[in-house]
């Protein structure tokens, strides 16, 4: 079945479902549920951070044996959604994200046996292979949930609002534990979150229709590639920063990871069933809506690291201080999703999708000219890139699924967070690898002389404006790709599938 220029469109199966719920409140068991999923993966490593002295000094971890009880699930994270979002279209996104809350409830309760810093970091690299089974379905689920745009914008703004509160809040309530708990709290505290999302998943999500499911074949091959690019995009940034420019491994780790992109291109252009259909991708609410979502990334990732270094180490603050200094991003965050639906009611998705991601270069390069002559520009800064990323987070998540088929929701869902992971780190990447070109001596000590504050502020504003030129460049291209189509109402779910 195709529409009169030529464009398949989704089967029968994927017509709308009569009996969805018609509000939120309807819907606020396997709200709540999906909430709770979001609210593990954002708290979990903001909670963490606090605790990694005690950490480091209970199991006699070194340095890296630290960066790694983080980075291990960040890496995994990255690295397995779009492989098992492909499993959740095939298998059952309910079913895939119920044995993912079990991985996430056992893994957890294992942190009350670590001894050693090697079982922690295998305990972390479950529970971020538990977490790429649960967070794209959080949004998959919660778009399918609804049939109208209205509701399905206000849903995924109240998951996300969760999920920004136990950002914003994990330092401090983990700070509190620590003072009158062992730090295995902090990751124990997951398996009520787990028990809580799969009852309200179990109860509120329907289970999983057969129509609304593909079976072909799974494509190994594609899957180990595309594991394999990411995680090696992931970890680059970090040999970037950790190694410096001069080293040879960030720069063989990044040959490769490009080496495993095409690898994976080609694979997905000649397999007959591909892990992820490029077809699909190149549907312009998709195309445009991943370009806003790395440009978002990017942006966000850099001015975050580069503030922190600001406010700590050029302007003297403690940690404390800098934290309070924080505190505008973390309010807009929070309190932005009261605005997000009103907007979009006004603008449209696609106009407010390309407004906040313009919004958030705006305040990249508001940093990069301006963050070096006081705090009010930094504030200026933050709040430009909170509120931008604070709509963007929503529209453009719900637009690549607008563009994508039924059966292709949660790889949809998946490249939206594998985007925003993998263009983070790049941010940092560059953030970091300019800071080490440019700044002489140890950047962790204090006075420093005149020479080093001017490298620093050069470093920061030359990694700001080409980090701020590369997000314009893809908010551009993004927003030429959205105005492609005939009618903005040409993204409709599966509006250019290929047939099933």
Do not use: C
């Not at 609002?161 to 003072?179: D, K, M, N, Q, Y």
């Not at 899957?223 to 190694?243: G, H, Q, R, S």
């Not at 997000?340 to 999708?353: D, H, K, N």
């Amino acid at each position: 079945m195709s529409t009169p220029n030529g464009a398949a469109t989704a089967p029968a199966a994927t017509a709308l479902v009569p009996d969805s719920p018609r509000s939120l409140r309807e819907a606020w068991v396997a709200l709540a549920g999906l909430s709770s999923v979001f609210l593990f993966e954002m708290l979990d490593n903001s909670i963490l951070n606090v605790a990694l002295p005690s950490i480091g000094r209970e199991l006699h971890a070194s340095t890296i044996a630290l960066q790694w009880v983080t980075g291990a699930y960040a890496v995994v994270f990255g690295g397995l959604m779009l492989a098992f979002g492909a499993i959740a279209d095939r298998f059952g996104r309910r079913r895939i994200m119920l044995i993912g809350l079990v991985l996430l409830g056992v893994a957890s309760l294992a942190t009350a046996f670590v001894t050693t810093a090697e079982q922690l970091i295998a305990v972390r690299v479950a529970m971020g292979v538990a977490a790429a089974m649960t967070t794209p379905g959080s949004m998959a689920l919660a778009f399918r949930l609804f049939d109208e745009d209205a509701l399905r914008v206000r849903a995924t703004t109240l998951i996300t609002t969760v999920g920004l509160v136990g950002l914003a809040i994990g330092p401090t309530a983990g700070g509190f534990v620590l003072a009158i708990a062992p730090w295995q709290v902090l990751l124990l505290v997951n398996v009520p979150i787990a028990v809580f999302a799969i009852i309200g998943v179990r109860t509120g999500v329907a289970a999983d229709v057969t129509a609304d499911l593909h079976r072909d074949p799974v494509d190994s091959a594609g899957a180990v590639l595309a594991t394999a690019t990411i995680v090696l995009a992931l970890l680059a940034p970090t040999l970037f920063v950790n190694e410096g420019a001069a080293s040879w491994a960030p720069w063989a780790t990044t040959t490769a990871a490009v080496v495993a992109a095409m690898l994976f291109f080609l694979r997905e252009r000649s397999a007959r069933y591909p892990l992820l259909d490029l077809k699909l991708v190149a549907h312009p609410l998709v195309s445009s809506g991943l370009a806003f979502k790395a440009a978002s990334g990017l942006a966000t990732a850099g001015l975050g690291y580069m503030v922190t270094l600001q406010l700590q180490l050029e302007w003297g603050w403690s940690p404390a201080l800098a934290a309070i200094g924080m505190l505008p991003q973390v309010v807009v965050l929070i309190a932005g999703g009261a605005v997000i639906s009103p907007f979009v009611q006004r603008v449209g998705l696609e106009r407010a999708a390309w407004l906040s991601a313009s919004a958030v270069v705006s305040g990249l390069a508001v940093y990069a000219l301006l963050g070096r002559f006081g705090y009010v520009w930094v504030v200026a800064a933050l709040v430009l890139v909170a509120a931008g990323m604070r709509v963007v987070g929503v529209v453009a998540g719900v637009n690549v699924l607008r563009g994508l088929p039924t059966n292709r929701t949660t790889i949809g869902a998946a490249l939206v967070d594998t985007a925003t992971e993998v263009t983070s780190g790049v941010g940092i990447a560059v953030s970091g690898t300019t800071l080490a070109a440019l700044f002489t001596g140890s950047i962790a000590t204090s006075n420093w002389s005149t020479r080093q504050t001017g490298e620093f502020q050069e470093a920061v504003t030359f990694s700001g404006l080409v980090l701020t030129m590369v997000a314009a460049a893809l908010v551009g291209w993004a927003i030429l790709r959205t105005r492609s189509t005939a009618d903005g109402r040409a993204g409709a779910p599966g509006a250019e599938a290929i047939d099933e």
